[in-house]
């Protein structure tokens, strides 16, 4: 499929414009985006007279308009992400045979936005809209193991941002560390008790076009009744959902 210049141009800048702090000037939208000036320029007057873009004339600067807000709300309103996520993870219940859930990072915390119940299985802690301690979730580590170092100190900047429950999970920084390290090397996530005494979960994180992790997709069984050969089975289905979502959102595969 043939790629239009100026709509990548126009698509880049917007992305740019989302990731930054507060409003840049044009030269600086050139040279990060890697457009010319002249046509940089072009771009941003026809995004300002749409809306999507606001050209504030004293800072000579540009931030994003109002019309970017209503599309971000509209994506709110559709959730197109939880629709291309409910059929995969259906099926990996089917194929599991345990619970299996959804849940995206907030703060320290992650919520779950989908949960998808095996028949004759009771329910969890993690029904739709729960939030719990992302360093104690194997959904959370999932998508912690894949956020830059900087960004793992920032959300947990000393010993008191560790909540633990059942006494389990880890208490300093350099504890999360290396249990996030184990996540990368193995390639998922793992909980053992540390959410409710009894269960296990695994979950592996689902990326975006840039590899940033943007969801956990788990599944949580009772530990006492999964040995060794069925977690690995259970690990490997895991991260096949993760990677059939990441490939549907558009994301980048390893």
């Known amino acids: 499929m043939s790629v239009v210049p100026a709509a990548a141009q126009v698509l880049a800048i917007l992305r740019y414009l989302a990731g930054q702090a507060g409003p840049v000037p044009a030269a600086a939208i050139s040279r990060d985006v890697g457009v010319p000036r002249s046509t940089t320029y072009h771009l941003l007057d026809t995004l300002a007279r749409e809306g999507f873009v606001v050209h504030l004339p004293e800072e000579r600067r ?19 992400f939880e629709r291309l996520a409910r059929v995969p993870l259906a099926r990996l219940v089917d194929r599991t045979g345990h619970n299996a859930h959804l849940a995206v990072l907030h703060g320290r915390e992650v919520i779950y936005v989908i949960e998808e119940r095996a028949p004759g299985r009771p329910p969890l802690v993690t029904e739709v809209g729960v939030r719990l301690p992302a360093h104690l979730t194997a959904s959370g580590r999932a998508v912690l193991a894949r956020l830059p170092q900087a960004q793992v100190r920032a959300l947990f900047p000393d010993p008191s941002t560790f909540v633990r429950r059942n006494d389990l999970g880890p208490t300093s920084l ?7 390290t184990e996540v990368r090397r193995r390639g998922y996530a793992t909980e053992e008790d540390e959410i409710t005494t009894g ?4 979950a592996a994180a689902v990326l975006d076009h840039s590899a940033h992790p943007i969801a956990g997709v788990a599944v949580t069984f009772p530990g006492g ?4 050969a069925q977690r690995q089975r259970i690990a490997d289905e895991v991260g096949r959902v993760a990677r059939e979502l990441t490939r549907r959102v558009g994301g980048v595969t390893e």
């Open 225 to 228: 009744e999964v040995d060794e």
């Open 199 to 202: 269960f296990s979960s695994v």
């Open 62 to 80: 540009y931030g994003l308009g109002v019309s970017a807000f209503e599309l971000g709300s509209g994506y709110s309103r559709q959730a197109p």
């Open 174 to 180: 350099s504890a999360l560390r290396h249990l996030l």
